[in-house]
DNA sequence: CGCGTGTTTGATAGCAATCAAGTTCTGTGG
DNA sequence: CCACAGAACTTGATTGCTATCAAACACGCG
């Protein structure tokens, strides 16, 4: 991880949405920290302190069984902030899936700079919006089929933009680990959504929606 | 659903965990309410201005697919607060899982009673422990065997008593939709367990630990 | 006592996991 | 610029876990 000394240089995120990033609270007064794809920003059990945001890039926070097997709490894009806890120890690690640019910031700092309740509206808020996805999440993990998990899937990363044209930061593994699924079997289903017709992937971290209703007809 | 009256002739939680309940916002300048077994508190997309807390029984949050598959988000017992939504309606439904009593209060009308900080803290809390347990439920949904998820189940159960015998306030079916199987492979690992003398049921609504390690193996 | 609901048990089917090659993509060095 | 090596992805064959379908059983209640 390097300190970003040089913010000015940064290239800035791809998705439109970060255009209309609001000066937020971290944007103002957090410290600008670049990862290399696959850094960890921080370990589960690590002390929670700090909380970030994503300027450029994306992160996934994940959560490991003593035998190894994963599970993707949720990935973070441009504008989201992530790694708030209400107990002293982070409960998932993070990880960059790409070069990614962060700001962080310490709350207690936070709060000098902004005051407490400004504080506490910016973490209220981040994490209702990790509360709603996480329960969506819920519901694709316990009731969805493996296509429907997929569908669902390329559905909500299309939804941010409006580009034809869909980048994947993630590779197959990372989305097998979100939708409780197999590499193989997320595979599978991409090249049965793709002779369907509904979705065209070009390479495999891009693809273009060519039938919005068919897949929204199988995310549920 | 019923207005009670008379608070003070009402029978107290079965668990021993409400006779420590806090003199909490609600309990203070809420109303009580009564729900009969299986009566709705809210619906999925009804407005939300009001939010709860279990004094005695138990509810259930669950969210419905259009062809009727399930999933419950959570259980909530004496003492849990439920029915905060940052949007503007309810994303899931609440049903009582059996006989249960609830305080509730509108969020101004508590704002104007108690200070507008000791609701946001209150709200900020409660919102912070159902984000702890959902993610919690995403590894189990998304990674977790059958039997793995009933032994996980069983062992949070248990954790909230102390005393030998557990009674469970839900049938099989909600415990398969709120593990996302089905209600034949709940009652197969219920079965499985028993024989592995690691729990013994005396009856389908109540489970004695029989060997606590071997349970905690089991979970994951 | 008999009915209805909820649970357990049994037989079978099917979806996704696993095991095992291939194939494509990416980045690197000649 | 091309050749190569490794990683990532796809495809195929098979297994196995959980769902589904079906029936028996147990319990609570009128």
Redesign the interface.
């Known amino acids: 991880m390097t300190l970003e000394v040089h913010s000015s240089s940064q290239k800035f995120a791809t998705e439109p949405r970060s255009q209309a990033l609001p000066a937020g609270l971290l944007a103002q007064f957090g410290v600008r920290m670049a990862y290399a794809r696959h850094e960890e920003v921080y370990a589960q059990e690590e002390e929670a302190d700090l909380i970030y945001q994503v300027v450029s890039g994306a992160v996934r926070t994940t959560?490991l069984?003593?035998d190894g097997?994963?599970?993707i709490?949720d990935f973070y894009h441009p504008g989201d902030v992530f790694g708030i806890e209400?107990?002293p120890e982070h409960?998932?690690s993070a990880e960059a899936l790409c070069d990614t640019i962060v700001v962080v910031g310490k709350k207690k700092a936070l709060a000098l700079a902004a005051g407490q309740n400004a504080v506490?509206r910016f973490?209220?808020?981040a994490?209702?919006?990790?509360?709603?996805r996480?329960?969506d999440?819920?519901?694709l993990?316990?009731?969805k089929t493996a296509c429907e998990k997929v569908a669902s899937f390329l559905l909500g990363i299309a939804h941010r933009t409006n580009r034809p044209a869909v980048d994947l930061p993630m590779g197959r593994q990372d989305m097998a680990?979100y939708?409780?699924l197999t590499i193989e079997t997320v595979s599978r289903m991409v090249t049965q959504l793709q002779t369907a017709m509904i979705v065209e992937f070009p390479s495999c971290r891009q693809f273009i929606v060519r039938n919005r209703p068919a897949l929204e007809r199988l995310s549920?």
């Open positions: 959560r069984m003593s097997r994963r599970q709490g209400h107990g409960r998932f506490d973490l209220a808020d994490t209702a919006r990790d509360l709603d996480a329960q999440h819920l519901l993990l316990g009731r680990d939708l409780g549920d």
